[in-house]
């Protein structure tokens, strides 16, 4: 690159991130290293790490929203400087798998049963961008929607929240994009309840903290 005979001969980026009011400045160089591919072809660059020993304004991982910074560039007596934002994305979750039985048996006479259903979700924008995970209930034949069409939740939490009295979700582990649920299937002369006997399609989604939502993965289960 060239400006008025002279090429240029240094290039400083004044980095804000997200807004700071002290910059990181980071020199870019053209002599094939720290990330700059190629030595000496006017293009300048320079590799930084997304971390604290590298930088100050680091890019936090749940981050959407605007990055800005400055360029800064030498060319012999002339100096430009650019002024640059980047608008960086939320992109929804994913769920990767649902680990559930296909078919679950109901316990004789008044006894209850625990089923515990698992699924596994991706967020691009890192593990805790996940808000929540839960399905809904769809009992075919007569079609009705159990739990009013409201979502079952499930958890990422370790089983160390009680849901209700002396009741846990039944996760593993807290905070590494499992989320599960022990769904209590009680048999046919429990007193106070009891699980209907068929067909039920679950529809589960997940949701991210800018509340968008995974594509819904269906599971159909057999109670008898
Ligand atoms: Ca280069
Ligand atoms: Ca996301
Ligand atoms: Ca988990």
Known sequence: M?????SLSSVLVEWYGQGAANTDSIWLNDNGKFGDIIYGDGLYSHKIF?????????IQPSLIGEVSYKIL??????????????YLQNIPPIILSITAPDTIHRPPGGEVDFVLITADIFDEN????ILSCGFTSLHI???????????ILMYDDGSLVEIY?????????SGDG?????IPIFGPDNPSN?????TFLWKFIARDNSFEISEPVEHTIVVE
Not at 178 to 182: A, E, G, H
């Open 2 to 6: 060239d400006f008025e005979g002279d």
């Open 50 to 58: 997304n971390d604290l020993d590298s930088i100050n304004n680091i």
């Open 73 to 86: 560039g030498t060319y012999g007596v002339n100096k430009f400087e650019l002024f640059q934002t980047t």
């Open 126 to 129: 890192e593990g805790g961008d």
């Open 141 to 151: 034949e007569p079609d009705t929607l159990l739990n009013n069409g409201n979502q």
């Open 165 to 173: 009295p002396d009741y846990y979700s039944g996760d593993e582990i």
């Open 178 to 182: 499992k989320f599960s649920i022990q």
């Open 194 to 198: 009891q699980t209907k006997t068929g």
